[in-house]
């Protein structure tokens, strides 16, 4: 496994696509409403990354039709938007997105409610969001990557909640998938050693119930197999000697 160190000049670009993406998000959760299609969300989010002189990183991504990755309730991560799906009061949705700025990705997911939604849907969210802020506290150089994975999985499993197995983070730079991958539950061995200038795509997916998915026919859609809610929260992170860059990160979330 190798994994790469970003120069400065690579650095500044993911820093670009990491702005022009958290921006992206905050448009397109102004959007969102109830009773809007799938379809509806993913069209208005090409749009809005491509206004942006971006490139939709996931459209054709191993045959992956769309630019926006919509899961609601208990789709865990990859659903495909659809005119059929519409959204509705109490939903959870994940919008998962990626983005390439001159050669550049970046990527980050967000859940967000529609409307009036359960307590417990709620807390699955907040705690997701939480769940990577506990992880990145370990994102430094000199750490091994286990602490990340290891922090994220005892703060989520403090609930009770499933951590997602079966999908996993990973690195990020010209391509949108690099070494190393990034668990989000608990490893024994430690993983590589974090070196400042890697840029990471950390992204805990958590279920209320259990940690088991399961493939949709589409081969795409993932589900809780016990069809519990799940939430993804996702940023592309810069590894520093002090604390950790959060390229994607946006004022709203
Ligand atoms: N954040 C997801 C990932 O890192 C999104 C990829 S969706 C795909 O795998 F369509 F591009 F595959
Ligand atoms: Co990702």
Not at 105 to 132: N, P, W
Request: aromatic share 6%; hydrophobic share 35%; glycine share 8%.
């Amino acid at each position: 496994m190798s994994v790469s160190i970003k120069s400065a000049r690579e650095i500044e670009l993911m820093r670009a696509a990491g702005k022009i993406l958290a921006k992206v998000h905050d448009n397109l959760k102004k959007e969102l409403r109830e009773g809007m299609s799938t379809l509806d969300i993913d069209r208005l989010g090409e749009e809005i990354i491509r206004s942006y002189g971006c490139i939709p990183s996931f459209k054709n991504y191993n045959g992956y039709p769309a630019s926006v990755c919509v899961s609601v309730n208990d789709e865990v991560v990859h659903g495909i938007p659809t005119k059929k799906r519409h959204l509705k009061e109490g939903d959870i949705v994940s919008l998962d997105i990626g983005v390439i700025y001159k050669g550049y990705h970046s990527d980050a997911a967000r859940t967000h409610g529609i409307g009036e939604v359960s307590k417990e849907a709620e807390l699955l969210m907040e705690r997701t969001r939480q769940s990577f802020f506990e992880g990145i506290k370990y994102a430094k150089e000199g750490n091994h990557l286990h602490q990340i994975s290891n922090a994220i999985s005892a703060y989520a499993e403090s609930f009770g909640y499933g951590v997602v197995r079966d999908l996993v983070g990973h690195g990020i730079g010209t391509n949108l998938h690099e070494d190393p991958q990034i668990p989000n539950f608990a490893q024994k061995s430690r993983g590589v050693r974090l070196k400042a200038g890697m840029t990471l795509a950390i992204e805990p997916m958590i279920n209320a119930g259990r940690f088991d998915v399961e493939w949709q026919e589409d081969d795409w859609t993932v589900v809780t197999q016990d069809h519990s809610l799940s939430a993804h929260y996702e940023n592309t992170i810069l590894v520093t000697s002090g604390e950790p860059e959060i390229l994607s990160l946006s004022a709203a979330m």
